[in-house]
């Protein structure tokens, strides 16, 4: 049993309950119980008692759509519109590149990244993921890893025909793990077929498995799907059976307010991108509208090569500012509203309320700490206000993933991520020359 102490706690549980002087009871990964530290101090004896410095406590944040390898493409084609983009570099670039080495290296950058930022929970859209498995099970991260499906040949599926056999067997590696989860992903509407997307929507039924797509992330490709279609793209996918549960749509930047409904209606979730979709000039998903309307919104910080970082709680305050200066009300999309975004709406999304999400007794202990004694988190009147507008990646101090201290002062404990810098200016050599 452990039990950490001297905490202000926001549990985000559904009546946002918050302990300004509190502590949590931890035990085989579980939490056994949260309150006021006076109560559980006299109700718990535990031989590990860490104090966390009057620290916020909060559940770890969930990051629903990134490219986790992608960090060795960091800075490498900037300033570009998404097709040139794509097209001229990173389709071509990921075919010469890409293999289990570059997976292996841009995923143990993207581990130590994530875990800096206070993510213990990631939905992965990308190539070999058996080996990411391997990485992110060795960092002690919660993550869902599925493979990219799409129309033309990838680094490890050369042959299209074949992929839903190759995947299908990567499912039946990891299905069943404690931390590594299977889910499916086809790449996009206008780079799969009907027949791919219905194959990868069977797949995610036979196991029942999270599905992730990309939606709607430009103007072109709503017109595509319109002259192909004569639908917009969120009716031609619910047309298709894509739509359901545990399905989460990324981007979802130029969706009408008859697709949300839909969306809704279906229980998929989205899955912002704000600082991709600003840096892409994609344009800006309506995400006010989505809240009004009910969706389960969740974000993501995209790959590291459309961001340029893994820092979720920056994307998180983008969120914010970007609604605001959208819908012009600096009362669009506030502090708490974002920070369910980051915790709880992410286990929502993935089908995982019950386990994380919140500091709630019997789910999993995913815990973050950020440090308030760095001049920028000073003073401390609102945490919520504080996380979201105020701090960075660099305040959060230790990471708990399932009742295991994955970082602590900021060290990183469960793998070294000492030779990071060696590993960039290798592939930095193999790529540029
Ligand atoms: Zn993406």
Redesign the pocket.
């Known amino acids: 049993m452990e039990i950490i102490k001297n905490c202000y706690i926001i549990t985000m549980d559904k009546h946002l309950s918050q302990f300004e002087c509190g502590a949590v009871v931890i035990e085989n990964g579980e939490i056994l119980d949260v309150g006021n530290e006076k109560d559980i101090l006299s109700h718990y004896k535990a031989d590990n008692i860490y104090d966390a410095d009057k620290n916020i406590l909060l559940p770890g944040f969930i990051n629903t759509?990134?490219?986790s390898a992608m960090t060795l493409f960091r800075g490498f084609a900037d300033d570009l519109p998404l097709n040139n983009w794509l097209n001229d570099y990173i389709f071509p670039s990921e075919g010469k590149y890409v293999c289990e080495e570059f997976i292996n290296n841009g995923c143990r950058i993207a581990a130590s990244e994530m875990i800096r930022s206070g993510i213990t929970t990631f939905l992965d859209?990308y190539f070999f993921q058996d080996m990411a498995g391997k990485v992110f099970k060795e960092a002690g991260m919660r993550a869902f890893l599925s493979e990219g499906l799409i129309n033309f040949p990838t680094p490890d599926m050369k042959d299209p025909e074949k992929a839903i056999a190759y995947v299908e067997d990567f499912i039946n590696k990891w299905i069943g793990d404690d931390l590594i989860s299977p889910a499916i992903a086809a790449h996009a509407p206008y780079t799969c077929s009907d027949k791919l997307l219905r194959n990868a929507r069977n797949l995610a039924d036979k196991y029942n498995l999270v599905f992730n797509i990309?939606l709607s992330?430009t103007a072109l490709e709503v017109d595509t799907i319109l002259k192909e279609n004569g639908v917009r793209p969120a009716f031609y996918l619910d047309n298709l059976g894509i739509l359901k549960e545990k399905t989460i749509l990324?981007?979802c930047v130029h969706i009408n307010e008859d697709e949300s409904l839909l969306i809704r209606d279906r229980g998929s979730s989205i899955a912002h991108?704000p600082q991709?979709n600003m840096k892409l000039a994609s344009g800006i998903a309506p995400v006010n509208m989505f809240k009004r309307i009910g969706i389960n919104v969740t974000i993501?910080t995209?790959?590291a090569c459309?961001n340029n970082n893994l820092d979720i709680i920056e994307e998180g305050r983008e969120a914010a500012l970007l609604s605001k200066v959208f819908e012009n009300d600096p009362t669009s999309l506030d502090a708490k509203y974002i920070l369910q975004c980051l915790t709880i709406n992410g286990a929502k999304a993935l089908g995982m309320e019950d386990n994380i999400g919140s500091i709630e007794k019997g789910k999993r202990a995913d815990i973050i700490i950020i440090d308030i004694h760095t001049p920028n988190m000073i003073p401390l009147y609102n945490p919520y206000s504080q996380i979201v507008y105020s701090a960075n990646q660099s305040n959060v101090n230790d990471v708990m993933i399932d009742g295991k201290w994955v970082m602590k002062n900021k060290n990183i404990l469960s793998f070294d991520d000492s030779n990071l810098f060696e590993l960039g200016e290798k592939w930095k050599k193999r790529i540029k020359g």
């Open positions: 759509h990134t490219h859209m990309h992330e990324a981007h991108n991709s993501g995209d790959g459309s």
